[in-house]
């Protein structure tokens, strides 16, 4: 059972680099770096298509965001509700 010890030693050696890997960028990315999630770049921009960019337009749907139509009769009371 001396082998027991060393695939204890083994797991955790293991566990410990995966948590190190998984701690992220040590300086966030500027634009146009790779990227793997938002948190690996600089503030202001987003990870898409694996590159730091501000750039969203890939990611949001056309006309999304797009403002309501205006109210019919600008001069109608507002609704009291």
């Not at 027991?4 to 797991?11: A, D, G, K, L």
């Not at 995966?18 to 999630?37: D, K, T």
Request: with cysteine; hydrophobic share 40%.
């Amino acid at each position: 059972m001396q082998s027991r010890p060393r695939v204890q030693s083994t797991i955790l050696v293991s566990l410990a680099l995966v948590c190190a890997a998984c701690a992220g960028s040590a300086e966030p990315l500027a634009e146009n770096h790779a990227c793997f999630r938002a948190l690996d770049c600089q503030e202001g921009l987003v990870c898409v298509e694996g590159r730091c960019t501000a750039d969203i337009s890939p990611i949001v749907p056309e006309g999304a965001g797009a403002p309501a139509d205006p109210d019919p009769d600008p001069e109608a009371a507002p609704d009291a509700g």
